[in-house]
């Protein structure tokens, strides 16, 4: 599956500025909005027409669900005995984020389109109730506020941020969180353990004797995660580590092919979608990138400029790059396929009119 950007920086910054003891909420939304991405991708997938697209789509959908539940997960765990309500629509948040990713497993074990359209609708209704319940549960979660400070009000620049770069956040947000769980757990056996001494009331050192065993049950189930926990991000900070060496050598093929398309920078190109625009004269080759029963969000398109969309008879037909020879048009379609869209190809025209690519050679050679 290929590694899609997430645009959610803010709400896991907030988390690590939040007190202690109200964290179980800032997880629970982070559940939320990560829900609702696999509730978006799984209804595209519904949609959409070509085969590659929809396969990518429930690919994204399950990856969301997934965080989902464990950012839902890191909530119900972090969350105090007190926060009962937050705690059942947290539940049921996680019931139906579960039953989606359960939905979308079987529908990537099927080949029947039929059962798949079935199973990507009832994915969609899932985690819409997901993303109501989690959101729900955040109400009745502590809303801790931090004292006022005052605040650069520039908004920050946009950050990419890759799968990598979301789970090393989540992962190193919740090593700490168990960590003073376990903190917490330790003041408390040592404070028990102090009252069960000085106590002389059977009754009453029963009752302390139970409690250090389920706080002792609990820290077992702790350590587990947290020994879990550590692998994960060990695992992830070597792979970042590895990807951030290789940054700078790495060419981007936008930054090359699509800023010579017609020789004029990428940036100069109307960052919308262009409909139903004419062609400039002479020569030119574009990437076709495939024919859709509905319009498509130009965000679903980032980093190909222009994209020219034309109707025709079977929805939208979407197109990039102008190329002036068959090379650089050649080496912008691998770009094309290399983010997913695997049916693209290479198309030419000539003073507007469609020709073969043994046309187009003849005609680039003079």
């Not at 006022?148 to 947000?173: C, I, N, R």
């Not at 903190?183 to 028990?192: D, F, G, N, V, Y």
């Not at 024919?291 to 969309?309: E, Q």
């Not at 990039?320 to 198309?347: H, P, R, W």
Request: glycine share 2%.
């Amino acid at each position: 599956m290929k590694k899609y950007i997430l645009f959610f920086l803010l709400p896991l910054l907030c988390v690590a500025q939040t007190k202690e003891n109200c964290r179980s909420r800032e997880y629970v939304i982070l559940g939320a909005q990560l829900a609702n991405q696999s509730y978006t991708f799984s209804k595209l997938s519904y949609f959409v027409n070509s085969q590659t697209l929809s396969i990518r789509d429930i690919d994204s959908s399950v990856f969301y669900i997934q965080e989902s539940i464990r950012a839902i997960d890191s909530a119900i765990i972090l969350a105090s005995d007190s926060e009962l309500l937050a705690l059942d629509y947290s539940n049921i948040a996680k019931k139906f984020a579960t039953r989606t990713y359960n939905l979308l497993k079987a529908w990537q074990q099927t080949n029947n389109i039929n059962v798949r359209m079935d199973y990507a609708k009832q994915a969609t209704f899932y985690a819409a109730n997901a993303v109501t319940d989690a959101y729900h549960a955040s109400f009745y979660f502590k809303n801790c506020k931090e004292k006022e400070e005052k605040k650069d009000t520039t908004p920050p620049a946009p950050k990419q941020l890759t799968k990598l770069d979301v789970d090393q956040t989540l992962f190193t947000l919740l090593n700490e969180h168990l960590e003073e769980k376990t903190a917490e757990h330790k003041k408390e056996l040592t404070k028990l353990s102090g009252e069960l001494k000085m106590s002389k009331d059977l009754a009453k050192m029963e009752k302390i004797k139970s409690t250090i065993k389920k706080i002792e049950t609990e820290d077992a189930a702790l350590v587990q995660k947290n020994k879990n926990t550590k692998e994960k991000l060990t695992s992830i900070n070597t792979q970042i580590d590895e990807r951030d060496k290789n940054i700078n050598t790495n060419i981007q093929p936008e930054e090359t092919v699509f800023s010579k398309s017609m020789k004029r920078p990428a940036d100069e190109w109307n960052k919308q979608i262009i409909k139903d625009a004419e062609l400039p004269m002479g020569l030119i080759y574009q990437v076709q990138i495939g024919v859709y029963k509905n319009a498509i969000s130009p965000d679903f398109f980032k980093g190909l400029t222009p994209v020219f969309a034309k109707t025709v008879a079977g929805g939208v037909s979407y197109s990039t790059g102008m190329f002036e020879n068959v090379a650089d048009a050649t080496q912008a379609k691998e770009y094309v396929k290399s983010i997913g869209l695997n049916d693209a190809f290479v198309v030419a025209y000539n003073d507007r009119k469609k020709i073969s690519l043994q046309e187009a050679a003849k005609l680039e050679k003079k």
